[in-house]
């Protein structure tokens, strides 16, 4: 069964970094595209990066509210997507989740950014 | 990015009631392939999403056959065929045909 497990969460203040990881298992890991997806505190679901394959050249894509401030990445060798969050607002609280193309999801890690 | 419409926000119902949700794109989410993927999701209180409906109507394995998905094109429906108390929470239609993944704004289904 596909397994996705979020970690590195926590509490940062404003304009601070945070990187955080998503393990993955159950399936092909170099394969598949994977997302970050969050979602704000009593709000919807948003994608926020996106990265492709290797023979997409891991191709990276991001919405507009965090481009140029976050980078997305992954390790084929360890099944592992990262999400590298630089110069953090307050408005990027929330909990964020890893996913293959929204059916398989993780528990989330929650990010708080907070003077 | 497609945007997906989803009516309504809110729904009220009693056990065993029947109830439906509607997702409409703004564009087809047929792939070149043949395809539609468009998916259901339930996020219950305090809990991450889970996939109920995936490629428009097929039930994700251990979802209650009260479940059920259908459409084409640019119109699709989750409906729920009698309702029961642990059905509460707020579901999301997702679509995975044309990068990025987006979302609807949820439906959020209350039991009176």
């Known amino acids: 069964a596909v397994q996705l497990v979020e970690s590195g969460g926590g509490l940062v203040q404003p304009k601070e970094s945070l990187k955080i990881s998503c393990a993955a298992s159950?399936?092909?890991?170099?394969?598949?595209?994977m997302y970050w997806v969050r979602q704000a505190p009593g709000k919807g679901l948003e994608w926020v990066a996106r990265?492709?394959?290797?023979?997409?050249?891991?191709?990276?894509y991001y919405a507009d509210s965090v481009k140029g401030r976050f980078t997305i990445s992954r390790d084929d060798s360890k099944s592992m997507v990262y999400l590298q969050m630089d110069n953090l607002k307050t408005e990027d609280t929330a909990m964020y989740y890893c996913?293959?193309?929204?059916?398989?999801w993780g528990q989330g890690v929650m990010v708080t950014v907070s003077s | 990015d497609v945007v997906l419409t989803q009516t309504p926000p809110t729904l009220s119902a009693t056990i065993g009631q029947s109830v439906s949700i509607s997702c409409r794109s703004s564009q087809s989410l047929l792939h070149s392939n043949g395809n539609t993927y468009l998916n259901w999701l339930l996020q219950r209180p305090g809990q991450p999403p889970q996939l109920l409906i995936y490629l428009v109507s097929r039930l994700e394995s251990g979802v209650p056959n009260r479940f059920s998905g259908s459409g084409s094109g640019t119109d699709f429906t989750l409906k729920i065929s009698g309702v029961e108390a642990e059905d509460l929470g707020v579901y999301y239609c997702v679509q995975s045909t044309h990068a990025p993944l987006t979302f609807g704004s949820g439906t959020k289904l209350e039991i009176k």
């Open positions: 990265i492709r394959t290797k023979p997409n050249n891991y191709a990276t």
């Open positions: 159950g399936f092909t890991f170099s394969n598949a595209a």
């Open positions: 996913t293959v193309n929204g059916e398989d």
